[in-house]
Each structure stands twice: as C-alpha cells, then as structure tokens.
C-alpha cells in the first residue's frame, strides 16, 4: 500500500473518530433509549447507530470502492473478509459501560487490506485516551510511543477476563473455572467490561495479558487493537490453536509476550479439562456441576481541617504521578497480592508529619503504619486521621491508572471528612458531614436505579487467593453475575466507593479490607445520597468492614439477599 494513501487513509479515520466520539461525549450522561441483543449484558442504544452511521457515511464519501464489517451493521451472518480495503468498525466498544457512566467506553475503527490489519484507532473521549497504530510504525497514546510491559512470569502480571459470560447457561461453568484458575496463577485479575480498551491496556504495560470469548465478541472488538498489541510488542493468539489470531474467529488471548500468552492458553486449557471431567462424571449430580464461588469541635475548625487536608493530598499526588513510571522496591506483606513500595511509606509519612504540625492533638491510623507495627490502634473519640498513601499498590505497580490517595478524618468516631484522590486520571473526590459530595469541586450523586437486575456491581475476585474466601467469593461472584447487569473489579476499593457515589456503578461488595480502605469513600457515598452498610445489613463496623456500598438501600437489601442466598447454598453443599 503506498505512503500517501496510507498517510490519507489514517487522517481520514482519524477526523471521523474525532466526530464520533464528540457525539459519545456528548451523550454519556444523557438518556438513551436502549435495547438487548443477545442478552442483558449485550445492549444497543441510539447512539451506536448514530455514530456507526457517521463514521460509515464520512468513509463512504471518502472511499467509495472501500468495504465495511461494522457492529450495528452486520446482521447474523458475518461479511467475509476479502483483498479489498475493508474498515471494521465498533461505534462505542463497552455500551453497558456507557449506559452507566462507567468512563472505560470507546470508538474503534480499524483497516484491513489484503486481510492484514494496517490501521488501527482506538478513542476513549471520556478519558482523552487515543491509542493508534500503522502497520509497522508503532504504537501510540495522544502521540506517543507506547510498548507492552517487560514482566515475564504470569505469578507477577495482571490479568483482564470479562465475568459477564457466566449469565450465558453454556459458558457458565468453564467461565467460573478459568477465572478461578487464573487468579490462582496471576497477581491478580482486572474487570472492565470494554474488549478494545482492554487490549489497549496490553499495549500500554499497565496489564500483561487478557482473555476474551463468548457470544457477543466479534471481529470489531478486537480487529484494531490487535494491531495496536503487536506494534507495542505484544502478541494475541488463538485460545484453541496458540497460533496468531485470526480477527474473523477472535478466541483471543493477548499478552505482553508470548511466554505469558501460552501461560494463560495452557491455564485456560486445564480449566476446560476440568469442567470436562466434572461434567462426564458428575452429570447426576444435582447441582450439576455447578461449582459454588465459591468529642465535638466548632464548625471552623472542620474548615481549617479541610483546607490543610486537601493541600497536602494534591502534594502527595506528586509523588504518584512522579513515581508511577519509576523503578519501584516492592515487597509483600505476606500475600502477593497485598504489596508495598517505598511511595507508600513516603506518602504516609509526609502525611502524618504535615497533619501532626497542624494538629498535635490528633490521632493517626495509618495503613503502613499499622502494618509495621504489626497491630491496628485503637479508635477513640479524638479527631483522628485515617490514611491509605496508595490504595490499589498493586495497580501503581502495573501503572494500571486507577490508584488513588484516601484520606479520612473522624471525629467522635464518625467521619468528617473524606478525601480520595486519582492524579493519575485528574479525580479528586470529596465530602465533608452534611455538605454533600464532589467530585473535582461539582457535585455528584449516586445511581437512581432502584433494580440489582439492572445494576452494573463492583467486587473484588482477587480475594479469592485467600482461601478463607475462596468458596465465599465465587459462589457471591456466581449470584451477582446472574442477579445483576455485570460486576465490574479495579482492584482499589476506595476508588470504587468513589465510582459508587459519582453513579457509574451501582453498588460494591468487599470483604477483607482495613478502615483505611473504606473511611473516607463512605463517607463520599452517603453524601452522595447513597448507604454502605455490613454484609449481613446491618451497621458497617468501620474497624473490621465487611461492606456493601449501594447508590441507595432498596439496592444494599437486594444485595444482602443475593449474599445472604449465596451462602446458604455454600452451607448447604458443605452439610451434603
């Protein structure tokens, strides 16, 4: 293909990706009419046709001798791929995610000549992410080079899998089996609902691999960001054949490198095994095979406290945004999962020196601190910081963008103030007692939905590599994946508290965590108009929380039921 019609192709698809995704900006917090396709995890809305149609229309005027395999477009039977230039299009990958407001949704346009991929254009305009790549001339975000991250061994990467296909009757149980499998071998194990964001993801180093398959997955999920992976220096191959991947068959595993694509091929093989077995054998079985997921100061004061607080947070965000792309010292505090660097400990430190200047009298209870002393202090009714430096180590580590600053101060044991703060993504989240909740200074507030079918949750499967919770979380996981639009898992609770307040998610589950990971976010929540409570419904002990965070307590009881019937049929097996 020559230069120049390269050259034209390229700026063409990238003006119309612009105009697309205005049109996806514009809309996200907007009504939309929406409709299923193959299920509920698999919804159209008006916005997907107007932008296909836009994106096709500009192409059409452009190159009218060129073909077209796009989403909205293609019905049953999938056009074939011939010589010709075809462009394959997805107008917003993560439809679900953009219903929500859930910001991980993109414009994906890529080009085949020849039935080789040469252009490839992914766009988030929510988060001004836009990745691109040519044949052979690298990849790149908002113009600069990016390449897939250098860990070779599968026990230290992060690993992307889409949950929503345990609703489908035919995959729900290897679906359950391989994500069991893979959080055993991998560091952990990220959830975000969008197929060529994910890929994206590979490309930049902030993940090491991803696997995706099932009803609903096509050509244009993967087509264009495929290439942008092999540019990066990663590779995607056939789930079933471990050879590189054809785009009009995507069984898609993506990797980093292929050491870690074979890991996870081979991972994904001894799971279907498995449920292969269980099924020969276990047919009479009545679960079927089935497996079970398993004090009072003045008002003013509370102004000073502010103020101080949120200085030295945003000073604090320094040293992530400084630090997130440096060589870190990492160690475990005993699991592999639960990880510390040496910003951890500097940003507490900083933290409990500044607030001790201002504020002698004052408490701390700080998540490394408590660490190194090997007990967490008691709280009283003295004002009383609580600090998480870095919540979602494991994500700073990865460069995985969401890792947040949580600092919380209470005051009679109740929080006053809550503070969390992303500078990697620009999301400074706040609220103090009866004053409301912001987020970058506007207001914010949770989700109206009142129907867990229709909720999109958070959880946390990575708790799953503790085996006190291992049955607990994949029967709870089983539950919320049938009961409810999709989980979603970003491996940081006090950030994902914070998606709860804004809207984009409906609710959150966590078990296995500190104060420090939840003082602050919920406080955010219930100024944000929503209730985080216990497990089993009652009030959260903030000491030792077991939460359920909800945009309102009609979703918190449903989801406590959900919980609640998870269990019992965990009790239930374990009698039988």
Request: hydrophobic letters at 40%.
């Amino acid at each position: 293909m020559a230069r120049y019609a390269e050259d034209v192709y390229y700026e063409t698809a990238i003006k119309l990706t612009r105009e697309a995704a205005q049109i996806l900006r514009d809309s996200i917090n907007g009504f939309k009419h929406i409709k299923e396709k193959l299920g509920d995890w698999d919804l159209v809305t008006e916005y997907d046709r107007q932008i296909e149609d836009t994106i096709i229309g500009g192409l059409k005027r452009a190159f009218s001798n060129h073909r077209f395999i796009a989403e909205e477009s293609t019905g049953k039977d999938l056009p074939e791929l011939t010589d010709a230039p075809t462009w394959i299009i997805d107008p917003i990958d993560g439809t679900t995610n953009f219903i929500h407001g859930f910001p991980h949704t993109c414009v994906v346009i890529g080009l085949a000549v020849k039935k080789e991929m040469v252009l490839g254009i992914v766009y988030n305009p929510i988060l001004e992410q836009l990745f691109t790549a040519r044949k052979g001339r690298g990849a790149f975000l908002n113009g600069k080079p990016i390449q897939v991250s250098k860990i070779q061994e599968l026990s230290k990467a992060l690993v992307c899998m889409e949950s929503g296909f345990i609703k489908v009757d035919d995959l729900r149980e290897k679906t359950v089996e391989r994500i069991q499998t893979i959080v055993k071998a991998a560091q952990g194990i990220r959830t975000l609902g969008v197929a060529a964001l994910t890929l994206c993801y590979i490309a930049l180093g902030i993940v090491e691999a991803y696997y995706i398959e099932g009803p609903g997955i096509s050509t244009w999920d993967i087509a264009a960001a495929s290439l942008i992976i092999s540019e990066a220096g990663g590779v995607v191959v056939d789930r079933i054949t471990g050879k590189p991947i054809d785009i009009m068959k995507p069984r898609a595993v993506a990797a980093c490198n292929e050491g870690i694509a074979r890991d996870v091929v081979r991972l994904i093989r001894e799971a279907d095994h498995r449920v292969d077995m269980r099924t020969k054998f276990e047919l009479n079985h009545a679960e079927k095979g089935q497996r079970r997921l398993g004090k009072m100061y003045e008002l003013n004061n509370f102004d000073e406290y502010y103020r101080i607080a949120e200085e030295l947070v945003l000073y604090a965000g320094k040293i992530i945004e400084d630090g997130i792309n440096s060589r870190k010292n990492i160690k475990s505090k005993g699991i592999d999962w639960d990880l510390v660097t040496e910003y951890d400990r500097k940003i507490e430190d900083k933290l409990i020196k500044q607030l001790s200047i201002q504020f002698p009298s004052h408490k701390f209870i700080g998540e490394e601190t408590a660490a190194k002393e090997g007990c967490l202090p008691q709280l009283t009714n003295d004002p009383t910081w609580i600090i998480d430096p870095i919540d979602g180590t494991t994500n700073f580590v990865h460069r995985f963008p969401h890792t947040c600053i949580s600092l919380a101060l209470l005051v009679n044991k109740k929080v006053e103030i809550g503070i969390i703060y992303n500078p990697l993504m620009g999301q400074f989240f706040s609220a103090r007692r009866h004053c409301g909740a912001f987020l970058n200074g506007k207001p914010i507030k949770t989700s109206d939905m009142r129907d867990i079918s229709q909720s999109l949750v958070a959880m946390e499967p990575w708790l799953a590599k503790d085996p006190q919770y291992l049955a607990s979380v994949y029967s709870r996981m089983h539950a919320f994946v049938q009961g409810t639009h999709g989980i979603r898992s970003l491996g940081t609770a006090a950030l994902t508290l914070c998606y709860v307040a804004m809207g984009a998610v409906e609710a959150y589950h966590i078990e296995g965590i500190d104060a420090w990971d939840v003082a602050a976010g919920k406080l955010i929540i219930e100024e944000a108009g929503g209730v985080v409570i216990d497990t089993d419904g009652g009030e959260l002990d903030l000491m030792t929380p077991k939460v359920i965070a909800a945009c309102n307590q009609q979703i918190a009881q449903q989801l406590v039921d959900l919980i609640k019937k998870a269990d019992c049929e965990i009790l239930n097996k374990n009698l039988n």
